[in-house]
């Protein structure tokens, strides 16, 4: 019996490669076929064909390259079908960690101090629960890694949730089990799930900056109901391909593979590796979010006055993902995790924060390059790890950075903060420290406790092979290879598939965002109102709350609607830098300007640790510095002044959010310092001022009478943060509208006319609340209602506080 199988199986070595080449031929035909009718999918089980080809025909259907050359298409289209499914599931999980800072912060923003919500953070830590063997194991399974990818999805649909803390808690859901999602991905047993899990995330992360450009600034899963609702059911049919592919190469591997792909180096590491990578990886997932979250921030880093602003984030924007791209490109370079390399990065860091405009712009895509170089050595390095501690550490490392971007500009309003007080740099060089450290580790596992059994169980099979005499005296103990997670070598080449399908899809995602990002440029229009009379022009100051609304949904379109309802000419915004991680990465005053078709100043940049004041305006900005107010105990207060062309007559404006008012010494030194700005204008000036501080205060006579400017309606004395000054003008009318629910805080306006230069004018002092009363082009629009008195609080734009109020000339005026 024993001879008539070894005879058998002899015979069939013999007839082996031409069967073998007979069943590529048909299978390739049936691929084919497949492909053009539709009919099956083509990487299926392929036992039986419909396309029968008879045995006489065989060489004459398709020679051998031929049928390699049709492999070889067949594998690359179905590869990139993979890997863009995963690069939409990467840019959900990016939407997903950029999405959980913003939704915690909406309760201290509103009760100024810490809440207690902050505890939601710790969804982030879930893979400590990859400690449970039994976790771990489920995760690194096909139907593992689905489960936990479609509970990720509760997240995206948080947006549609009926209240703001049922959003917070389905969005923390959302983000703990998109964590596991990681941690079964990345530490996945088929090197090539790995491989395409990784790439599948970077590519995410720019297809995230591709639709932000796309959407100005704004994450599509985050900007409406709609793209809400469309990324979610990509994301599901993402999640479903990927389910019925991984199922598919599953069944085409032999039970060995299947089994495990891993294998183990235990290799000797000196120092505790696992602690250093996992200080390293957080940092990293900080500095990406952090600087890169969106293409616009490096910018605002750089950003002066006018009129050398620096460079612009439209068009400016694109030179920054062409810089991450190019890291990514140099990242299969093994001298990028050297150290002359992260001083470069070092130096680009130090650039970014400390160097002026240009010189900083250079530093930031300095920075670019070198952050996405690293990121395939350091997820080698955490792969090497043990998943639990390592990751959860890296997650607590990347919590706590967000924190202290919130410590240092948030200070006055935290435990600690005079320790943490305008020490962005200090932060910065921790987080590029931290990342050195990370990379003097080795790419090779120093922990045995992750495979220690897998490798005992390839030792017993190694032993049990060489007393057979399988392997011969000098295999006996051979050296596993270690299979990393960023370049599989496929095709005798270790960077094949970064070569033949990442590259392409980077480079298409950046082409078609330069090309976004030039569309926009070439679309934004600056078109002067054409107005009754030239030199009446209206002024608006409202704290926009960092757009978003009261129940902490984003509120950039009724923002927008509500501005442009107004007609205002100038608009001034406070609590309008939005750029930081945890108030997602936002560029508000692109946005409004590329929206409202308005001239933008962004204000102080954001590395000089303000809430912001952004000044929009109709007409062109002709000068204007930021300054940054004497705040010796509280809050650094920003503050903007302009010059803007009006038609051919030149007004200043000042926009300022003083300190907080138990910082009284704070706010006496504001004052006067904004007094001496007034004083030295040369211009008719507009004051537009969050002064925290009540009519006839200390403060506000400060800025009356050293500044020498008229409060827009002294009778009014229900008012204690918003403020409408000026010199040099003559008032026609003053309004304030209700915040409707999008902000704290309500809008106020005011109406001016530019007397003619050169010439004596007295200013309107008589008061009507008649429209009927002033010129249909002189009153305020009728869509926020009809004079009302006092408070009004539905949720909706509407005047109130006994306004809109109108000036009139006295009789002496008219009959001169």
């Given amino acids: ?173 959302g983000c703990g089990t998109g964590m596991l999602w990681f941690c079964g991905m990345i530490w996945s047993k088929d090197p090539k799930e790995r491989v395409l899990s990784f790439w599948g995330l970077i590519l995410g992360l ?34 479903l391909d990927r389910v019925y592919t ?25 120092g505790p590796g696992w602690f250093l990578v996992a200080l390293g990886f957080g940092a990293l997932m900080f500095l990406t979010h952090d600087v890169f979250g969106e293409v616009s921030l490096v910018c605002r880093w750089a950003v002066s006055g006018y009129p050398d602003t620096g460079p612009k984030p439209n068009p400016w924007g694109a030179a920054v993902i062409i810089a991450l791209g190019i890291g990514v490109i140099l990242s299969r370079y093994q001298w990028t995790s050297n150290v002359f390399w992260w001083l470069i990065g070092s130096t680009g860091a130090a650039l970014l924060y400390f160097a002026p405009r240009y010189w900083s712009m250079i530093g930031g895509l300095l920075l670019a390059i070198y952050t996405m170089s690293i990121w395939p050595t350091m997820i080698d390095r955490l792969f090497c790890r043990p998943v639990g501690r390592t990751l959860t550490l890296a997650n607590l490392v990347y919590i706590i950075l967000v924190l202290g971007s919130v410590w240092v500009v948030a200070y006055n309003f935290v435990p600690g903060g005079e320790f943490t007080r305008e020490r962005t740099h200090v932060l910065l060089g921790i987080t590029m420290v931290l990342i050195g450290l990370a990379l003097r580790t080795k790419s090779t596992p120093d922990v045995k406790e992750a495979y220690g059994k897998m490798k005992k169980e390839e030792n017993e099979k190694d032993d049990k092979n060489s007393s057979h005499g399988q392997l011969a005296p000098e295999q006996k103990s051979p050296v596993t290879k270690f299979n990393n997670v960023a370049f599989l070598e496929e095709h005798g080449d270790k960077f094949w598939f970064f070569k033949t399908h990442v590259i392409p899809v980077l480079v298409g995602v950046i082409v078609l965002a330069v090309i976004l990002m030039a569309v926009r440029f070439h679309r934004l229009e600056y078109s002067q109102p054409n107005k009754e009379e030239a030199n009446v022009f209206s002024a608006m100051i409202w704290t926009v709350h960092f757009a978003y609304d009261n129940t902490g949904w984003p509120s950039f379109e009724r923002a927008a609607q509500m501005i442009s309802d107004t007609n205002a000419d100038v608009v001034g915004f406070l609590e309008s830098d939005c750029s930081k991680p945890y108030l997602g990465n936002h560029d508000l005053a692109m946005w409004f300007e590329e929206r409202l078709g308005m001239y933008s100043d962004f204000g102080p940049s954001t590395r000089d640790h303000t809430w912001g004041a952004t000044l929009l305006s109709k007409y062109p ?19 903007l002044s302009a010059t803007i062309n009006i038609t051919g007559n030149l007004v200043d404006f000042v926009l300022v959010h003083m300190g907080n008012d138990r910082d009284n010494l704070d706010r006496k030194l504001q004052a006067e310092e904004l007094a001496r700005i007034l004083d030295e204008s040369l211009n008719p000036v507009v004051f537009l001022g969050y002064v925290t501080s009540s009519p006839r205060s200390r403060d506000y006579r400060m800025l009356t009478e050293m500044g020498r400017t008229k409060d827009i309606d002294a009778t009014d004395s229900d008012r204690w943060c918003e403020y409408i000054m000026y010199r040099g003008l003559v008032r026609l009318g003053y309004a304030r509208i209700s915040h409707g ?58 005047y109130h506080m006994s306004t809109p109020k109108y000036f009139l000339p006295s009789k002496k005026q008219n009959a001169s």
């Avoid at 991984?246 to 000196?270: H, R």
Wanted: proline share 6%; aromatic share 10%.
């Fill in 1 to 173: 019996m024993a001879d008539k199988e070894a005879s058998c199986k002899a015979s069939s070595a013999k007839l082996g490669p031409q069967r073998s080449l007979r069943r590529r031929r048909k299978e390739l035909r049936h691929r084919a076929q497949s492909l053009v009718e539709g009919a099956t999918d083509p990487w299926e089980e392929v036992e039986e064909y419909e396309t029968d080809i008879p045995e006489g025909e065989e060489d004459e259907f398709i020679d051998e390259e031929t049928a390699e050359c049709a492999e070889e298409v067949i594998e690359f289209t179905y590869t990139i079908r993979e890997l863009g499914a995963e690069m939409i599931l990467g840019y959900v999980w990016w939407s997903l960690i950029h999405g959980i800072a913003p939704m915690i912060w909406f309760y201290p923003l509103n009760e100024l101090e810490i809440s207690g919500y902050e505890a939601f953070v710790v969804t982030i830590l879930s893979p400590i629960f990859t400690g449970i063997s039994a976790v771990l194991h489920f995760s690194g399974t096909i139907h593992g890694i689905a489960f936990w990818r479609v509970l990720s999805l509760v997240g995206v649909a948080s947006f549609q949730a009926p209240s703001t803390l049922v959003r917070l808690i389905m969005l923390a859901v």
């Fill in 621 to 639: 900005i002709v000068k204007s510095l930021h300054h940054l107010l004497p705040s010796p105990e509280g809050e650094l207060a920003p503050a």
């Fill in 206 to 239: 720019f297809l995230l900056l591709l639709l932000r450009i796309a959407y100005i600034t704004v994450n599509p899963i985050w900007s409406d109901v709609t793209s809400n609702r469309v990324v979610l059911l990509i994301a599901v049919i993402a999640i």
């Fill in 741 to 798: 629910g999008l902000s704290d805080t309500e809008v106020q306006m005011a109406k001016f006319r530019i007397p003619p230069a050169g010439t004596t004018y007295q200013d309107n002092e008589i008061l009507t609340t008649s429209p009927k009363d002033v010129p249909e082009n002189i009153r305020f629009p009728n869509r926020f209602g009809a004079f009302y008195k006092g408070h009004y609080s539905a949720w909706r734009h509407h």
């Fill in 246 to 270: 991984s199922y598919m190469m599953s069944a085409t591997q032999s039970g060995a593979q299947s089994k495990s792909s891993i294998e183990p180096q235990d290799a000797l590491v000196s």
